[in-house]
């Protein structure tokens, strides 16, 4: 309830202020959004799971962005940047889709 | 004796058990140690709060990021289609005010040549066959069309070349094809073809006299009955009913008994001059019901 109200709250202001994007730090949006999608479905498996820890979670977000977002640098200046996104984007989603699996498995027992 | 245990390697790893081992390992670390104290409990939570609100606020940005630049651009292009759409209006309605003009010149041109005693049909003949007063007749209309664009039955898509679209070469040889069949004159989408008219591309537009045309084209011909026969049994008749039935263009010629053809702009001519002739007498001599040969010089 708590995680959800925060959620809802940061919409809000994303809302509110409708920031404008630099457009250096436009590719790495996407990537961004997916690394933090993938820590958040992770912390919940792992709150379902009762093995939920804040300091694992922060640091995964903080982690996951930042890395998401060098690796992305980094193939833009090596010049393979959409094919390291794309890769970024699939080892991503891959987890964020085990991790629903398992939140599914929790939740619905099926 | 430990038997030797191979990690898997990482993409098994992670098909198989997508959650951070992080996450267990805490979980033991915390059992071993207790429970955490208030302090780091209130402090982690804050924590979590402020990513659950990066993570919104990520997710609110990307979505303005995301809607916000489709609009931008089709605004953009919304605001130049319209900016053309007025500047061709305005180009019409100078158009019509020139016509205005025109025909208010060579009305009191008629009435001074008439009181000078001189022969204004004469005059009248001379313009119908330049091609600077409107004119009616009986005559016929060849009609191109684009051919629609294969598609694609997966996508859905336009795919490949579209070897079916009117090019200015085709509306060349049409016209070509009518001047020789007799035409006295032709209007391309009503665009009056004169001594100086040019059809020619500008990148993917077909411009008449500098005018942008685009599909249907309406080939609008003055001339004899049979035109649309000789049109149909010329050669390039023959070849336009080969591109219909190859390509797809779709070509389709008729015989119209009255039609209305407006007046070319007025060839503002800079550097030629008449030259003068010993014997001053007027070219047509015909009466004003007489077919004028049109002159399909400079083309």
Redesign the interface.
Known sequence: MFAVLALVVGVGLGAFFEPSVPLALQPYLPIAVVAALDAVFGGIRAKLDGVFDDKQFVVSFVSNVLVAGLIVFLGDKLGVGTQLSTGVVVVLGVRIFGNVAGIRRRLFRA | MTERRYASDFLTE??N????A??????RR?AERGPDSAGR?I???G???????????????????TVAGQPESSRVRAGLVADVQARQHETDLLQQQADRLRDDVSRQRDAALAAAGTDAAALNQLELATGTGRVRGPGTVVRLVDATPPVDPVTGKANGKNLGVVLDRDLQKVTNELWHDGAEAISINGERLSATSTIRTAGSTILVDFRPISSPYLVTAIGPEDLDRRFTGSRTGQLFRAIASQYGMQVSVNRVGDLTLPAAPDPQLHYAQPVPTDSPSTPVSGSPGSPVPSSPGGR
Request: proline letters at 3%; a positive charge; charged letters at 15%.
């Open positions: 992670m098909f058990n997508p959650l951070d992080g996450y267990a390992e805490a979980a915390r409990r402090v982690g939570r924590a979590r709060a402020l990513v659950l609100v990066a993570t919104g606020f990520l997710l609110m940005v990307a979505y303005h990021q």
